[in-house]
């Protein structure tokens, strides 16, 4: 009985999540960029958290790290043999905040490289940059938007930020591996939005899930820690990087051409990949990105970020009044 | 579960294993750095960093396959460069039509997917082998003497303490629900995707809650053992003159390795 669900088990922690990058894959220009980023972000982090956190944060998030490396194990079947789980960097920055959030997915990315070569170490800035950083942006600022709202309105909004984290994390991805001259622009970025966007179906219904699971037992976690749940920018953070998403992912879809000029003009396909790499040539692939496929998920998205969008600004709205009434009471 | 499943350290007293930490992660990032600098196609240079591979295997008592066997985690994101094969101008070496699309493969895309699958395998072992010859608390204070933050590494001590036990608990929710779940002998379960999805989350959030509360027993555990923020160690990891000769000695290899590989390819 153990060793038969321990096999099980290990098997699990074989099946590679299609985001983490292995070495090799980014040029170097584009890995050194990625960790410049994310060294900056993580150090605000961490300026931030040691004057908010106290010590005894550090065996809160090390056991929540170790929670979201477990979690991202529990899996259900989706059709065709496939399992949804969970990426989780939406879930931790609704439930830790976002500082704490950051910590815990950078940490969980750098175990996951360092313990078990699951993302490279070269290119662990990009990993922690892409499934660390943007999803907890994208997920804590549409989710603080909504903090003030009905459970309902509060779990749908967690839901779409979830989804769109995922979708966030993978149009990084397949963009850091364009410019790396890895990847065809007009067949990484209609590919990797398009399995992404099922994979954040499941991310989106688990985080829902677990926060509804939250809600009902311990709802004190998620609403009594005022200090660390950060102000109101970041919900213009999250929504700058949100809209960044739903614009680029359909313009990189349907209109690739457009945004290869817009990188070469900027210089950033010779810098990124060196002198012997050229324009694509016409004749190879032709128009991948116009198929149906894409044209409809840009429609789903924008749909999705419209109404997302509409929830937040009639919540920007009447925050006084709830501001108000939550002191009067 | 046994508290060294999922820990890839191999129990060892060779010259490697001694080695000072801070030396072993250096020279492995190095190496990767030097996979990735190598232009495409220098092959030799990529044959000479493999032997670098083999011996340090070699030279760890791990046997020469060691990481060899392990390294193919990385290979199916190998998938996502395929298109470069088609996508690079070059001699065209052949075309092939898959319905509206007319695909030319050309020498130099594939000379540049197999300089990036071989660039990936090759840094893929070096990281399996800094793995399994250095302990995890200890590479920890490689890393803090490397000047990355104290908060941060503190964070990725405590998770590898808790990784066994937290997955524990996710192991024995996944098999409680198996126990309660009945599925056909085609392997599928009943159910829809969002029912399964919702079930997947309440455990989820199950174990968040397990996990949390776990962490306030932890810390106070460790207040009654005296924990005040500091991680104290009993080897103070100072780095010998074998330290620092192995150190140079294999950056010298690594130079010497980009002028091989250059030199090929001109």
Not at chain 1, 143 to 162: M, P
Not at chain 1, 242 to 255: E, G, Q, R, Y
């Amino acid at each position: 009985m153990h060793y038969v669900s321990h096999t099980y088990y290990l098997s699990e922690i074989a099946e590679n999540p299609a985001l983490h990058i292995p070495d090799g894959f980014l040029s170097l220009p584009i890995a050194l960029l990625c960790w410049v980023l994310a060294i900056i972000l993580l150090t605000i982090t961490v300026r931030r958290t040691q004057n908010t956190l106290g010590e005894r944060q550090i065996p809160l998030m090390g056991v929540l790290a170790a929670f979201i490396f477990a979690a991202q194990m529990i899996n259900f079947p989706v059709a065709g043999g496939t399992s949804g789980h969970l990426l989780g960097g939406a879930l931790a920055a609704i439930v830790l905040g976002p500082w704490a959030g950051m910590l815990v997915m950078a940490s969980v990315i750098a175990v996951q490289a360092l313990l078990f070569q699951d993302g490279g170490l070269l290119v662990m800035g990009a990993n922690i940059l892409n499934m660390g950083l943007l999803t907890v942006l994208v997920g804590y600022g549409l989710y603080r938007g909504v903090a003030g709202q009905s459970r309902s309105v509060r779990l749908v909004v967690a839901g779409v930020a979830a989804w769109l984290s995922v979708m966030a994390g993978a149009l990084a991805t397949s963009l850091q591996l364009w410019l790396s001259g890895t990847s065809a622009l007009r067949i990484v970025v209609p590919t990797m939005l398009g399995v992404h966007a099922a994979i954040g179906i499941g991310e989106a219904l688990i985080t829902v899930a677990a926060l509804a699971f939250i809600l009902r037992t311990r709802p004190d976690l998620l609403e009594a820690k005022g200090e660390t749940r950060g102000g109101f920018g970041w919900v213009i953070v999250g929504l700058i990087v949100a809209l960044a998403v739903v614009t680029l992912a359909p313009l990189a879809s349907v209109n690739p051409d457009g945004l290869e000029r817009v990188a070469i003009d900027a210089g950033f396909i010779e810098r990124g990949t060196g002198a012997t790499y050229e324009v694509f040539p016409d004749y190879t692939i032709p128009l991948l990105g116009e198929t149906a496929l894409s044209t409809i998920l840009a429609g789903v998205v924008g749909a999705l970020v419209v109404g997302v969008l509409i929830v937040i600004v009639v919540n920007l709205l009447r925050r006084p009044v709830t501001a108000t009434s939550e002191t009067g009471s | 579960m046994q508290a060294n499943a999922l820990d890839r350290y191999q129990t060892g007293e060779s010259l490697i294993h001694h080695l000072d930490p801070r030396v072993k992660v250096v020279v492995t990032v190095l190496f990767i750095l030097s996979n990735v600098l190598l232009p495409d196609g220098a092959w030799l240079a990529f044959a000479l960093a493999w032997g670098l591979i083999l011996l340090t295997s070699g030279l760890a008592d791990l046997g020469l396959a060691y990481a060899l066997k392990r390294s193919f985690v990385a290979l199916p994101f190998a998938l996502a460069a395929v298109t470069v094969v088609f996508n690079l101008p070059g001699e065209p070496l052949f075309a092939w039509k898959l319905g509206p699309w007319h695909l030319v493969a050309t020498d130099t895309g594939v000379i540049r997917f197999a300089s990036i699958v071989i660039r990936t395998w090759l840094s893929v072992q070096m990281a399996i082998l800094l793995t399994a010859t250095t302990r995890f608390p200890d590479l920890m204070h490689a890393l803090q003497h490397l000047r990355v933050p104290q908060l941060l590494v503190a964070i990725i001590s405590f998770m590898y303490r808790y990784l066994f036990v937290i997955t524990d608990e996710a192991m024995r929710l996944m098999r409680a629900r198996e126990a309660r779940s009945a599925r056909s002998a085609s392997g599928a379960g009943g159910g829809s995707v969002a029912w399964g999805a919702r079930v997947t989350g309440n455990m989820v959030g199950q174990l968040f809650l397990r996990s949390y509360e776990r962490s306030d027993r932890v810390y106070n555990a460790m207040l009654a053992r005296g924990y005040n923020g500091q991680f104290l160690t009993i080897n103070p990891h100072v780095m010998s003159a074998s330290d620092w000769t192995i150190g140079a000695g294999a950056v010298a290899i690594l130079v010497l390795l980009q002028a091989v590989g250059r030199m090929a390819v001109l």
